[in-house]
């Protein structure tokens, strides 16, 4: 999608819209500074490509931090024209940048729903040469990595796993610490139990997981506690309410807010992130016969507001890093020299 937006259009119109909602539905944003501000940045796309530097003419530079906002608000204006005259067949319809799932109401007139199908993909594509690839009409689908299903006046989901994938998780003998193994296995347990809606997809799915892991080297020992502990965490989440979750998200966040970060690049003879947590501990955070850091003032008489501190692990270069070579500089004739 990206590649395919036209500048000029696409500035001309988000413009616009920039104008009409400022003070009206927005009120913390200048919109002439914030033109002026997003016309710098798109039509000055800078790439380097050896010794050479090109200028992005036409289209949105994959990469840059405003491209998903630009893009989902670009293709919304379209959407906001288009949709309100469709109300009577779409009974849901929800945009993740360029991945669309909707609801289609299908009239009984099996040839006059075909009509009216191929009249809705038409005004969907009417947008500044924006061209969507549609799927045909089904009672399930694939979207992003859920495959859903329409089962009686319900809605079935479970994951949808590409046949290439070959999850090549890190092996056990891999020099990384004991952490993202854990935070693997906690991460994607909590994913199978809000994605998956029957239990027996959630077993399914689990069970799957779990054997990849042992194919990859890691034991029945070391994998069984760390699988019983990320499901009863899984539980404990989804039974808790909206209410409780966001209190529990807060909760967390406030003490990152606390929280100053080691970055370290792993070694495994390195002392251990227990050990460099009990030093911290011993000599900083909360020191024997001395005042801890958290009650140290500084010149204008504040708190030091730190309480914790994160070990942030690096990997060290592996030997992919060593053998694939990006640099094309010094790799024979320059890039300038193929140019007219």
């Known amino acids: 999608m990206y590649t395919n937006i036209r500048t000029g259009p696409a500035l001309e119109h988000i413009s616009k819209l920039l104008r009409t909602e400022e003070g009206r539905t927005f009120h913390h944003y200048d919109a002439t500074a914030l033109i002026e501000a997003i016309e710098i940045v798109f039509k000055n796309n800078i790439l380097q490509f050896g010794d050479t530097y090109w200028r992005q003419i036409s289209g949105t530079g994959m990469g840059i931090a405003p491209a998903p906002p630009w893009a989902?608000?670009?293709?919304a204006i379209h959407e906001n024209n288009v949709l309100p005259h469709w109300t009577s067949q779409i009974l849901f319809y929800r945009r993740f940048i360029d991945d669309i799932i909707g609801i289609w109401v299908c009239d009984e007139c099996t040839e006059r729903n075909n009509t009216l199908w191929a009249q809705f993909t038409h005004s969907m594509q009417q947008w500044h040469g924006l061209e969507w690839e549609f799927s045909p009409l089904s009672r399930s689908c694939q979207y992003?990595?859920?495959?859903l299903t329409i089962s009686g006046r319900t809605i079935q989901?479970?994951?949808f796993e590409k046949p290439q994938n070959l999850y090549l998780y890190l092996p056990p003998h891999s020099s990384h610490p004991k952490g993202p193994l854990q935070s693997l296995?906690?991460?994607?347990?909590?994913r199978i139990h809000r994605l998956c809606s029957s239990p027996r997809e959630v077993h399914k799915h689990t069970h799957s997981f779990f054997h990849r892991l042992i194919n990859r080297g890691h034991s029945t020992t070391t994998l069984t506690p760390l699988?019983?502990?990320?499901t009863n965490n899984a539980l404990t989440y989804m039974s808790r309410s909206k209410d409780e979750r966001d209190t529990h998200q807060q909760t967390k966040q406030s003490k990152t807010d606390h929280t100053i970060f080691l970055h370290l690049q792993y070694h495994p003879q390195d002392p251990t992130a227990r050990e460099l947590q009990q030093i911290w501990q011993e000599t900083i955070a909360t020191p024997p016969n001395d005042t801890p850091l958290s009650?140290?003032?500084n010149i204008d008489g504040i708190n030091i507001?730190?309480?914790s501190l994160t070990i942030a692990y690096s990997r060290p270069p592996n030997l992919r890093n060593q053998f694939s070579i990006r640099n094309i500089e010094n790799r024979g004739r320059a890039v300038s020299s193929y140019l007219p």
């Open 227 to 230: 699988f019983r502990r990320a």
């Open 185 to 190: 296995i906690y991460g994607n347990i909590l």
């Open 305 to 307: 507001p730190i309480r």
């Open 72 to 75: 989902t608000i670009y293709y």
């Open 295 to 297: 009650h140290l003032q």
């Open 157 to 159: 989901s479970t994951l």
């Open 144 to 147: 992003m990595d859920l495959t």
